[in-house]
């Protein structure tokens, strides 16, 4: 398997607003569902991982409260805010026009 790439600045935060745009999920599952769809290329590391989530929930983008987990364990689940589905709308507009951007570029080279 090639190595990780890295992500731009902010994809994280998108990607995880986007994980939690359906489900409330633990961090665990969060980073296993971003991981999973995208074909093992995105492998998102518990020391990015909750840092983002705190910073997601400072904003107030996310909210969290502890359950059990599928297995029994305390975790802490996450749930997207009614301010985070705006800011996820924000933010997927912002990608769709860098990745059209890029790809203009590119098919120049």
């Known amino acids: 398997m090639a190595a990780a790439p890295d992500l731009l600045p902010g994809t994280l935060d998108m990607l995880i ?61 996450y749930r997207l805010t009614a301010s985070g589905r705006r800011q996820l709308a924000v933010e997927t507009r912002a990608w769709a026009r860098m990745a059209a951007a890029i790809g203009r570029v590119m098919k120049l080279a």
């Open 17 to 77: 607003l986007r994980t939690l745009q359906k489900d409330t999920l633990h961090g665990w599952m969060i980073s296993e569902r971003i991981q999973q769809i995208s074909g093992d290329v995105l492998q998102i590391t518990q020391g990015s991982l909750y840092p983002a989530l705190h910073r997601l929930e400072h904003r107030g983008w996310i909210e969290a409260e502890w359950a059990v987990s599928e297995l029994g364990r305390r975790a802490k689940f």
